[in-house]
């Protein structure tokens, strides 16, 4: 089994920053692809950004700019650093790792006030 703990949610004014962080553990042998996805209330899980073991990028649009995904393959987790947040922002971040399947976390508030 693999488990995956994400870390780093809170409450921040419009225009802060959080960062979010994500350990993978359990019977890994190696991590394709890792990343985080969003949802908000009343609204469909989306792709937020992820990024694969050789380090190509990849960021929803309206995020472009402002966040910054990360990894280390070696300790097997990814980060997301969220800047100029707004309240568009606000949703609950699932990290993810794609491996023979896809494995999720349970995931973490993110509120950005007005």
């Known amino acids: 089994q693999v488990q995956l703990v994400e870390s780093g949610g809170g409450l921040v004014q419009a225009g802060g920053s959080l960062k979010l962080s994500c350990a993978a553990s359990?019977?890994?042998?190696?991590?394709?692809?890792m990343g985080w996805y969003r949802q908000a209330p009343g609204k469909e899980r989306e792709l937020v950004a992820f990024?694969?073991?050789?380090?190509?990028?990849n960021y929803a649009d309206s995020v472009k700019g402002r966040f910054t995904i990360s990894r280390d393959n070696a300790k097997n987790t990814v980060s997301l650093q969220m800047n100029i947040l707004n309240p568009e922002d606000t949703a609950v971040y699932y990290c993810?790792?794609?491996?023979?399947?896809?494995?999720w976390g349970q995931g973490t508030q993110v509120t950005v006030s007005s």
């Open positions: 990024i694969s073991r050789g380090g190509s990028l």
């Open positions: 993810f790792a794609a491996m023979e399947r896809q494995y």
């Open positions: 359990g019977m890994i042998v190696s991590i394709n692809v």
